[in-house]
Structure formats: structure tokens, C-alpha cells
């Protein structure tokens, strides 16, 4: 059933999942190494909100650690190099947690021990308790179409309910950017293009940067970025 996914575009992304002020991501230099050998040439670009910038490169070019160390999450044995900033805000030396950023991935990673409105509520800010953290979920879940999943387990819902859900949790942290690590990769085809259009739709007051091998995910209008790689990864 596809009936939730908006046919038209929308006016703007809900009330709930904005943020104050319209935001810039900009890379400086950047290079990822494995080895002491890089994956790519150094990467500089700004990305501004409403402008989705997407990298694209195949396999083994760099483009998932890029995303890994832009949150400060680089797996042991890559490191990496350069300046990541957040409306002109360093991010390198803070914590995950203090970034700001909001990820999507190719799988949803829902927490199986936990209720869909008790996954949403782990992207809530500290700051939403007991009952309006409550009316927050059943807020946001009716904006998508799915009031009264809040009690539900993720294994009884579908694909793209999962998907849905995944892109919620990353909206109600209010974050100041959106990262895409091929989050359309595993929808089938008639399901992908429309949850494609509500990403990007929801997430128009941010800058979002996507990585993709594939040219179908590219978001209309935006700037596109290709990785040259330099090393072959294993």
C-alpha cells in the first residue's frame, strides 16, 4: 500500500521537523585513508540547505567511510583527513551524539526490543518526557500516515512502514543535516521512487548529502560529485 507517499510536492516539510534555521555542511579537503593509501582525491564542497548534493562512485571508492567519518563513526583500520563543518562549526573533535546529524542507511536498523513508538522515542531530544514526548510520536507517526503504530513491533510492519519509521526517527532528533548511505538500495522499484521523493521532501529546510552508485537516486536539481578512487579497497 503506497497511498502514504505524496504524489505532489510538498509545500514544506512538516512543523515538527524543522529546525529554526536553515543550515550549510561544508567538507574541506577531505581524504580517507586505508593503509596510509587514500580511497579519493581530497573532497571540498558546501552543501546548503534545499541544494541535496549526492557523491556518487562505485564500489570500494570511499563513499560509505566518507559518511562513517563525517559522524565521527570511521571503522578501525581508515582514518581520515580534512574538516568537516556545520554552519561553520567544526565538528571533528565532538562526539556522535553532539553533531547534529541525522543518518539514514540501507537497512532501517530498528531496534527489534523495542515498540515502533519506543524507537521513535530514542530520536527524540532528552528535553521531550512523558506525555508530550508521547504526543510527539503520535504527532509525527500521523503525519505519515501511520497513527496508532506507536505500540507495534517493527518485525509485523512492512518494507516500506520500516523505511518509514527510519526516516522519522532521523527527523524527530531535529538535526541540522541529513546523511543518505544508499537508503533506497533495498526498496523494490515501486516503492523506491516515491519514498526517494518523501526524503528529500521532508528533509528540504536541510542540506543533505547522499552517496549512490546508482543514477536513479539522484535528487532533482542537485549538485553531483564523483569520487575518483585511488586505492582499490578490500
Partial sequence: HLAWLPRRRLARAPASFRGDDMSSLELRQVVIRRGGQPLFAPLSL?????????????????????????????????????????????????????????????????????????????????????????QKISAALEQIELAGFADRDPATLSGGQRARVALLRALLSLPKALLLDEPFSKLDVSLRDRFRSLVFQSAEHLPVLLVSHDPSDLAPGGQIVELQPQHKAV
Avoid at 91 to 103: A, H, Q
Fill in 46 to 134: 558546501v552543501v546548503a540547505a534545499g541544494r541535496p548534493v549526492t557523491i556518487m562512485g562505485p564500489s570500494g571508492s570511499g563513499k560509505s567511510s566518507l559518511l562513517a567519518w563525517i559522524t565521527g563513526m570511521l571503522p578501525e583500520g581508515l582514518e581520515g583527513a580534512g574538516e568537516v563543518l556545520l554552519d561553520g562549526r567544526s565538528l571533528r573533535d565532538l562526539p556522535p551524539n553532539r553533531r547534529g546529524l541525522g543518518i539514514l542507511f540501507q537497512d532501517d536498523l530498528l531496534f527489534p526490543h523495542m515498540t515502533v513508538g519506543e524507537n521513535l522515542g530514542f530520536g527524540l531530544p532528552p528535553a521531550a518526557i512523558g506525555h508530550d514526548r508521547r
